[in-house]
């Protein structure tokens, strides 16, 4: 009871303010437990000090993580009202189209996967403040690897050239599948050309793969898409069995090669690629290529 009354206390004072005032308290008590023990002179009261900070030092190590742990949950809820919100903005006002799309991912051995990816649009409004990108892999991943994925925006000069990086707002709205947010600096005038470039780095998003199960790559937009290359790169000494998805355009074309390394590689092509419509590729490794995967 004693313990719990102190956890409370400490998380009504941590409330009021904060971590650094917290640790404060504890090594200002700390210090008077041991001047206490080297005035008395006691060994019990030495002891009894000694007790006393160990105990003060464990609660307020309770107490500090049970805060932080409230924080991020509390995060996590403000950063999933913004794609919400977001969401039902792109949803009902269509700001922008995107003329290119360029993506190479790089699948490793054990499913760890390298996207980088560059994007161009045009703005259609004065207004445009974000756009909303969803990324997903072809497993319920369990929120653990969350932790491994790292995500870095930035901008694309005229010539393309990187420029500063752009602030984005990231959430989970299921496991394995992560949307971010990208916010310009200012809003791109009307019919302008803008490009910016995405590095994602994702522990385990092509485990199915790596393991010899199929494993889907597919692009969907809201918007229209003028143009769009979505390049696959296996792992060395890997081959893969191919098929599309969803139902093959005129603007659908789907190629095998190899990179400088000696790599292979599966490319997809698309042009004018309609609003809403999902076109990719499935793909699972060779048998002769072996299970790459040890999770």
């Known amino acids: 009871m004693l313990l719990r009354e102190m956890i409370l206390f400490l998380e009504e004072f941590l409330r009021g303010h904060g971590p650094p005032a917290v ?51 509390d995060l996590e809820v403000q950063k999933m009202l913004v794609s919400r ?29 390298h996207a980088k990816v560059t994007v161009k649009l045009r703005p259609l409004q004065n207004d445009l ?5 969803k990324f997903g892999c072809g497993w319920p991943q369990p929120a653990r690897y969350r932790r491994g994925v790292q995500l870095t925006v930035r901008s694309l000069l005229v010539d393309g050239s990187p420029g500063t990086t752009l602030h984005k707002t990231v959430s989970w709205p299921k496991d394995g599948t992560m949307t971010a947010i990208i916010h310009f600096h200012t ?11 995405i590095d994602l780095e994702w522990p385990k998003r092509c485990l199915p793969l790596a393991e010899g199960s199929p494993d889907e790559f597919s692009l ?21 069995y191919t098929e599309p998805i969803g139902e093959p355009s005129a603007g659908y074309r789907l190629s095998k090669g190899q990179d400088v390394d000696g790599r292979r590689t599966v490319t997809l092509e698309l042009a004018d690629l309609p609003a809403r419509h999902c076109a990719g590729v499935r793909m699972q490794l060779k048998q002769e290529s072996g299970a790459l995967s040890a999770r």
């Open 23 to 73: 640790a404060k308290a504890v090594v200002g008590l700390m210090s008077f437990a041991v001047l206490l023990g080297a005035v008395l002179g006691s060994t019990a009261v030495k002891s009894g000090a000694l007790v006393a900070a160990i105990l003060l030092v464990t609660v307020g190590g309770i107490a500090l993580v049970t805060n932080r742990g409230a924080e991020r949950r």
């Open 85 to 113: 919100y977001c969401n039902h903005i792109d949803r009902t006002s269509s700001a922008y189209e995107i003329c290119e799309w360029n993506e190479t991912l790089v699948v490793r051995e054990r499913g760890d996967t």
């Open 129 to 133: 403040m974000f756009i909303r990108l």
């Open 187 to 197: 809003p791109p005038p009307e019919n302008s050309e803008i490009s910016f470039s």
């Open 220 to 240: 969907m937009c809201r918007q229209r898409v003028t143009r769009a290359v979505y390049r696959i790169v296996l792992p060395a000494g890997a081959d893969a």
